[in-house]
């Protein structure tokens, strides 16, 4: 498998081979790399919103609690292993100085959230490039597992 | 009966949402005209109930880099609105203002923003003037806050606001037409499902 596989809002796709998997500006939502060094599994994960509380959970994967559960789950049935499952994030930035509302905290709110459920399911988290005021896109390129980051005006970064 | 989603607006509520932004995209094309002193029309407004991924591609694609313009309501109705100026329309300002033209967004100064956000906060107000005026709801208006950066992130701003309610977002809004030439100016109104039903209801559509 050699493909570019684009990776849209509350959305997940798993790659393998020399898959390239990527999604597109990143502003407050937080896009998570998972990968597994040992059987060259990832995964891209594209998160809106902090925590599930939608009747019905129709999309679990809009939301960073069910949708890092289902990614790891998901993963699992590949064959990928949760113990050597890393994970590398981008994104939760503050896009509008404005008051009011829960506009301006979303992005924060995001990052605590993936936080903490990366901590109860015993994930380790190897880098992060969140908050700002930047969009960002994020790659993953599944053969090394190394992560990129483009953003408007800057220089890429690779981690 | 109030809809939970969208997606169960009916035809008649459609058609009355579209003349709302037929209304208030006109009253902000001739504010605009005003200012530029030239003449700006506008094309047939659209009343839009799209999913995520789908909006982003319907305004252009996820890593364009556009100016926004974002204003909050509050009072008798909450929303947001998202003044998405692409850069023939920041020439097409700048040009009749300030007599300069930019190559691309890393070439504004301060007066370029500012001279920006007057101009999408004018737009704003004035299509938010018709519809209050049009409908008898007060609504209070947030200072501007502007950002260049890609449009994906900037468009994600409503529907994060939203996503907790509805996996689709809904935007009234249309573009300016200026010497016989589109200019990609995006006027988005995005109001939540409450102030949407209270809105239909004061203009007694809603069923």
Not at chain 2, 139 to 149: E, G, K, S, Y
Request: glycine fraction near 12%.
């Amino acid at each position: 498998m050699n493909q570019k596989l684009t990776v849209g809002i509350a959305d997940m796709k798993i790659g393998k081979g020399n898959d390239l998997l990527v999604t597109y500006a990143l502003g407050s939502c937080i896009g998570l790399c998972f990968y597994d060094q040992r059987t060259k599994t990832g995964a891209l994960l594209h998160i809106m919103l902090p925590l599930n509380m939608e009747p019905g959970r129709k999309n679990p994967l809009k939301y960073a609690d069910t949708g890092i559960r289902e990614t790891l789950r998901q993963l699992e049935t590949q064959g990928a292993s949760r113990s050597r499952i890393t994970v590398k994030i981008a994104g939760g930035a503050k896009m509008f100085e404005v008051n009011g509302g829960n506009l301006g905290n979303i992005g924060q709110r995001n990052i605590e959230s993936v936080h903490t459920i990366l901590r109860m399911e015993g994930i380790r988290l190897l880098g992060e490039h969140v908050g700002g005021n930047v969009a960002r896109t994020m790659l993953l390129d599944v053969d090394s597992g190394q992560s990129c980051i483009r953003s408007y005006g800057r220089p890429d970064i690779i981690f | 009966m109030n809809i939970k989603s969208f997606d169960q607006l009916t035809s008649m509520e459609i058609d009355t949402l579209r003349e709302i932004g037929s209304i208030g995209t006109g009253n902000a094309a001739t504010a605009m005209s005003t200012m530029l002193g030239r003449q700006v029309r506008i094309t047939l407004p659209e009343v839009r109930i799209m999913g995520y991924n789908e909006a982003i591609e319907w305004i252009g694609g996820p890593e364009t880099v556009t100016a926004g313009v974002l204003v909050r309501m509050s009072g008798q109705m909450n929303g947001i609105m998202l003044a998405v100026q692409q850069l023939d329309f920041v020439n097409l300002v700048l040009g009749s203002m300030l007599g300069t033209t930019i190559e691309n967004y890393e070439n504004l100064d301060e007066l370029r923003k500012s001279t920006l956000v007057e101009v999408g906060n004018i737009a704003i107000s004035t299509f938010i003037n018709a519809l209050t005026g049009l409908s008898g709801i007060s609504v209070d208006l947030t200072v501007p806050a502007f950002a260049v950066d890609m449009q994906g992130a900037i468009l994600a701003v409503p529907m994060a606001e939203y996503g907790g309610m509805s996996d689709y977002l809904m935007t009234i809004g249309g573009n300016f037409v200026c010497d016989n030439k589109t200019v990609p100016c995006r006027l988005l109104l995005s109001p939540d499902i409450r102030s949407l039903n209270f809105l239909l209801k004061k203009l007694g559509v809603a069923e």
